[in-house]
């Protein structure tokens, strides 16, 4: 029987960077697992939307999807957008069986990417102790969400850096430039950015901006298409198709 098919969820921006990334990192996730088909939808803005490659996978056939959202954290899209238009197809199409994975995040493979980002900005190993840093997200208004990023700093703060905030490019403070300069005042001399987000956009770009303004020294790149990343996007692809394979308890 065919492995079903993982269909990864993107938000959609109108910078093109935005796709042209998720592209490539879903031609990532091909290369490390031959032979699994992987489609790409997105909920805004570019196309191919949810429903159209749905509509497409069901006239081909496919039995099965794994919905995967490309998010890094469940906020709204991962607990309302993507649930909505899920349920719409599935009562659009009943002969395709369609279930959604967990969001990527938090994730000791984020953490990795993350890394390997801030290596390649210029951040040796043995700069941590004397490096701050500043972990900057897009940003929610969903509390949830916000309290992942700021465990994710407290879990960085332990791996070495001298001193680690939060930052948040839309509907939450601190932005990216105020928590630089926190860090300033707290001493350090030394001050990393590291975009914790998927793609470029225009958040990324606040965030770089911010970054720019106050003077930080290091500005990694956006996690893209990290090895980590593609990785993890078949982790969670491989624990939705598990739970799936599990026995409902009667009475449950």
Not at 110 to 119: H, S, T, V
Not at 129 to 157: F, K, M, N, Q, Y
Request: hydrophobic share 50%; net charge positive.
């Amino acid at each position: 029987m065919s492995s079903p098919v993982l269909l990864v969820i993107a938000h959609g921006s109108r910078d093109p960077r935005h796709a042209a990334t998720v592209h490539a990192l879903t031609a990532r996730v091909r290369a490390q697992r031959p032979g699994l088909r992987v489609e790409t939808a997105f909920l805004d803005f570019n196309a191919p939307s949810v429903p159209r490659v749905l509509e497409r996978l069901a006239a081909e056939g496919a039995p099965e999807v794994v919905a995967l959202p490309l998010l890094l954290t469940r906020a709204f899209h991962a607990k309302s957008d993507i649930p909505a238009v899920l349920r719409e197809a599935r009562a659009a199409l009943p002969r395709l069986r369609v279930r959604q994975a967990e969001v990527l995040g938090p994730s000791p493979l984020l953490n990795a990417a993350l890394e390997r980002r801030l290596y390649e900005a210029g951040v040796r190993p043995g700069d941590r102790s004397s490096t701050g840093l500043v972990l900057a997200s897009a940003g929610s208004s969903d509390p949830e969400a916000i309290a992942v990023i700021a465990e994710i700093a407290r879990e960085l703060r332990h791996t070495g850096w001298c001193s680690v905030r939060p930052a948040f490019a839309s509907a939450s403070l601190p932005r990216t430039e105020d928590a630089v300069r926190a860090l300033r005042a707290e001493g350090v001399r030394r001050v990393a950015v590291a975009p914790y987000v998927i793609a470029p956009g225009r958040l990324p770009d606040r965030i770089a901006a911010g970054a720019a303004e106050a003077g930080a020294e290091v500005l990694a790149g956006v996690l893209g298409p990290a090895p980590e990343l593609a990785r993890l996007l078949l982790d969670r692809y491989d624990e939705a198709n598990a739970a799936a394979s599990l026995p409902v308890a009667v009475g449950a």
